[in-house]
């Protein structure tokens, strides 16, 4: 079976070709990234919040009579639902490396006090484990929480106001300010993925 990550070697060959290839090479120059398709990985599911301020109670489109109550949404749209997602996802992944990606956002409810809605969601965070080591390990020795709350604290309530603003438009004029992401604490886990592609019958 063909390795789902690339080497690591960075010794060249000693031998070069007497005879190179009429044909060019179709790999690319420089080693490709690892992705998460079939590798091995540990799962953060990490409950938060995030506090929009609006300029007066009126909540515009954002706040609709057709509610999402099968996520206890009441009074949001689905459509805001999928910004709010949407955004979140966006500025956290600016925290993380390579190694790392936000598997999803999801909202989960919200309280509003006075112009203050506080939405919670749970973020989930994967990162893949070492090339030479277990997941166990990761899991033991991984600095991603304590990295991404510390990114997430230096991220001013400027940039994600702006960041909101430029997915939902117009409809979130009404927003003042959004307050930065606060985490609970984490949820740590392996994750078992199951293989990409299994053919359907043996070659005869």
Do not use: W
């Not at 925290?95 to 939405?119: A, F, K, M, P, Y």
């Amino acid at each position: 079976q063909p390795s789902i990550y690339p080497s690591l070697s960075s010794q060249p060959s000693s031998q070069p070709s007497s005879h190179p290839s009429s044909q060019p090479s179709g790999q690319p120059s420089s080693q490709p990234s690892r992705n998460f398709i079939d590798a091995p990985a540990i799962e953060f599911t990490i409950p938060s919040n995030i506090t929009l301020t609006m300029t007066s109670r009126r909540i515009l489109s954002l706040v609709q009579a057709s509610s999402v109550n099968s996520r206890n949404l009441a009074h949001f749209s689905v459509e805001v639902v999928a910004v709010l997602e949407k955004t979140i996802k966006e500025v956290v992944e600016l925290g993380l490396d390579d190694n790392q990606r936000v598997l999803e956002v999801t909202i989960t409810g919200h309280t509003e006090v006075e112009s203050s809605i506080t939405i919670d969601f749970d973020l989930v965070i994967q990162e893949l484990c070492d090339v030479s080591g277990s997941c166990a390990d990761r899991a033991d020795s991984t600095t991603l929480y304590t990295d991404i709350t510390s990114y997430l604290q230096s991220v001013e309530s400027s940039v994600l106001t702006s960041a909101l603003r430029d997915n939902c438009g117009t409809d979130c004029d009404a927003i003042a300010s959004v307050s930065g992401i606060l985490l609970g604490a984490a949820v740590v886990e392996p994750v078992t993925f199951m293989p990409s592609f299994q053919p359907s019958s043996q070659p005869s």
